[in-house]
């Protein structure tokens, strides 16, 4: 059997060589595989992505229209424009969140919880500068390229500040 009681002490901090054990349990060869989910639930999974797909899909396709008539052809076209330019600061992930949640899970899977912590820690200083550097391009954006783009003046305002709102929620 395993001894999971040792493990939640290490990993809250007890040192662990308390709880050493020197001989580990060995499943026996005759024990049966662990049982896997059924076929079924796989099915679901799929059936339910699709799902949500379809309906994100729907919602957007009905939703575009009244989004037009209420903000207008120019206030649409500034609102796509400023989520297509803070789109593009969402490459400053580079594969960081990926990465992460696989390093994660491998390192909690052979118990090396300070592996993980140390993983995590390294993915959120990522994180901290890519923020940063997203907010600076925002700003740089909003208030230098934006006039390349022959924005009204009555919606210049208006697009500065949706252009820093949607920087800081990268």
């Known amino acids: 059997t395993e001894c999971w009681s040792a493990t939640a002490l290490q990993f809250a901090g007890v040192p662990a060589k308390r709880f050493r054990m020197k001989i580990e349990a ?12 059924p076929r079924y639930r796989n099915v679901l999974n799929v059936f339910s992505n699709w799902t949500a797909f379809a309906f994100a899909a729907l919602v957007s396709f009905f939703l575009s229209p ?38 994660v899970a491998k390192l909690h ?25 997203a907010i600076v391009m925002a700003a740089v954006l909003a208030y230098s390229l934006l006039g390349v783009f022959h924005i009204p003046e009555e919606y210049e305002a208006a697009a500065r500040l949706v252009l820093l709102l949607t920087g800081l929620n990268i």
């Open 109 to 133: 899977t052979q118990a090396d919880h300070e592996g993980a912590s140390r993983v995590v820690s390294s993915a959120l200083g990522i994180f901290c500068v890519g923020g940063v550097v």
């Open 26 to 37: 060995q499943p026996a060869k005759d024990a049966p595989a662990a049982p896997r989910p």
């Open 66 to 103: 009244l989004v037009v008539n209420h903000l207008g052809n120019t206030g649409y076209g500034i609102w796509v424009l400023t989520g297509t330019l803070t789109g593009y600061l969402g490459l400053l992930d580079v594969g960081v969140r990926g990465a992460t949640s696989r390093y």
